[in-house]
């Protein structure tokens, strides 16, 4: 198989996904999802082995992009732009 599937979803994640505290990561979670899954078809994962490592992968998606979020540090600048 080569690289897990989780390994590739993670990967593609950190380069697709931009988590930001109030973005629309977790509604655009499905679409994030549809394309995670057409590019790892693409390099021949199965969304079998998606499913098998990750689950549902929009619901994974959305929790990654939630972890993310929760590891950024907070500052009152990111509602103030003055």
């Not at 990654?64 to 990111?78: M, N």
Request: charged share 25%; glycine share 6%; hydrophobic share 35%.
């Amino acid at each position: 198989m080569g690289t897990s599937a989780r390994v590739f979803v993670d990967y593609w994640i950190e380069q697709n996904v931009e988590a930001e505290i109030y973005s629309d990561t977790r509604h655009r979670s499905r679409e994030y999802a549809a394309q995670c899954l057409q590019a790892a078809k693409d390099r021949g994962i199965s969304v079998t082995e998606i499913w098998n490592e990750c689950g549902d992968l929009a619901t994974y998606i959305a929790g990654t992009s939630d972890r993310a979020i929760d590891q950024q540090p907070f500052s009152w600048s990111q509602f103030y732009r003055g």
